[in-house]
């Protein structure tokens, strides 16, 4: 009786200390998860905020006065012709 009593107990501890590492090999795996969420989250973010950036009325426009080289219809240019 006290044998089988003490295989059970194996057993059971065996099994305990199995079942624990894999608890531990969960919880990293949760804790990388949760660092690529809040990586994701940061860079989504900043994705967001460059959205709005390069759709405002105010960068267009200044992308199209300094890269085009475009003006408004009722604007005046001067051209400096000793510059060159």
Avoid: C, P, W
């Amino acid at each position: 009786m006290k044998k089988l009593l003490l295989v059970v107990f194996v057993i059971v501890a065996i099994t305990f200390i199995r079942q624990q590492g894999e608890i531990n090999d969960y919880n990293n795996k949760i804790e990388d998860i949760n660092s690529q969420i809040a990586y994701e989250e940061k860079h989504s973010k900043e994705l967001e905020e460059k959205s709005d950036l390069y759709s405002s009325d105010d960068y267009i426009e200044k992308v199209a006065r300094d890269e085009l080289g475009l003006v408004k219809a009722d604007e005046k240019v001067f051209v400096d012709a000793n510059s060159k």
